[in-house]
């Protein structure tokens, strides 16, 4: 039977081995729930949320998805009505360097069903590093929970649209509509085959160089013609780039431009004093006697063709009275009979008779 002693010593063996235990159990759940080392210096930050989100105690604190911390406390906080959700966070200092006073922290999920960690993220951060205590700005992240819930309307839209789609499909088996008489019906099927039959009749002729289509895909008469044409505006194109001909001295000749500089100048001086009233079309634009005078001068005239034409005075009576014309008309033939009977005759009329008394 052992003596007392002995029981005691093991029982101290005992003791120890359970306090060893314990110590390395510690020191391995830390280790395994932390992502830094254990004497490694580290700060406290905070953050504010509107939700956890399934956030716990000891998950990661990520900096551009690489772990730099834990989560270390999480309450809710009774002065922030918005963000009541406090999260403080323990990271690395060793990682204060890519850390800012305006880096943002988000809840993100790992994977579909992961758990919820802190992502911080630097990107566009310009800001001051952080300090210990300091309060990181949030950035609210959608949730599975919230994915679900908007894409609930779009599954109902699908489910909507694919009825409708069935019922337009169970009409079109039924051979109704144009379409289903489309699929259905023999009679298109004959007209679309017959209509074939008489396109490959007019393409056979068409391939064989026949007719006016196909003389202008198979014959090399016109790809001659078009090259030709072509060959010759490239020509006409270098000929006025490079100043030759009309064409080229209006567009290169810098004669041509001075010219119509001029010429458009002096039409402004022109413009300018007919404007200003100066010279004979100054004065025509811009006097308003003259134009008083001319009035008059086309209201006498119209006075006056109005009395021609209704036949008043000599130049009325000679412009609308036609036994004027008449008789000059009568005169003028009896003239033409005297010269031709003096041509004829010329001794009858032109025989003079002198009388001594």
Avoid: C
Avoid at 29 to 38: A, E, P, R, V, Y
């Amino acid at each position: 039977m052992p003596s007392q002693q002995q029981l005691k010593w093991a029982q101290l063996r005992v003791g120890l081995t359970v306090v060893f235990a314990s110590v390395m159990l510690a020191v391995l759940i830390f280790l395994m729930s932390g992502s830094t080392g254990l004497f490694v210096p580290k700060i406290k930050l905070k953050s504010y949320f509107v939700d956890a989100s399934g956030l716990r105690v000891g998950a990661p604190v990520r900096l551009q998805s690489v772990d730099i911390g834990n989560v270390v406390g999480i309450r809710i906080v009774p002065d922030r009505s918005l963000t009541p959700v406090e999260v403080t966070m323990r990271v690395s200092t060793k990682y204060s360097f890519a850390l800012h006073a305006d880096s943002t922290a988000t809840l993100d999920t790992a994977g579909v069903l992961g758990e919820t960690f802190v992502n911080i993220s630097s990107t566009s951060a310009k800001g001051p590093l952080v300090h210990d205590g300091d309060v990181l700005p949030t950035q609210e992240q959608p949730d599975i929970t919230d994915v679900v819930r908007a894409s609930q309307s779009t599954l109902q839209n699908m489910q909507a649209l694919l009825a409708r789609t069935d019922r337009i499909l169970s009409f079109m088996e039924s051979g109704q509509g144009s379409i289903g008489k489309l699929i259905y019906d023999d009679q298109l099927y004959r007209q679309l085959n017959a209509t074939i039959g008489e396109l490959q009749q007019i393409i056979g002729p068409i391939s064989a160089g026949k007719g006016s289509i196909g003389k202008l895909i198979a014959s090399d008469e016109l790809y001659n013609k078009a090259n030709a044409s072509l060959d010759k505006l490239n020509r006409l194109v270098d000929d006025v780039q490079s100043g030759q001909g009309s064409v080229g001295k209006f567009m290169k000749d810098p004669a041509l431009y001075d010219n119509a500089n001029q010429t458009i100048a002096k039409a402004n001086q022109l413009m300018t004093d007919i404007n200003a009233g100066k010279g004979t079309l100054g004065k025509f634009a811009k006097d308003e006697e003259f134009a008083r005078k001319l009035d008059n001068a086309v209201s006498r005239l119209s006075e006056l063709a109005d009395k021609l034409n209704s036949g008043q005075g000599s130049a009325g009576k000679l412009v609308n009275d036609p036994s004027l014309y008449n008789n000059a008309d009568k005169v003028m033939t009896e003239t033409r009979e005297l010269l031709q009977a003096i041509r004829t005759n010329p001794k009858q009329y032109l025989t003079i008779h002198l009388r001594i008394f």
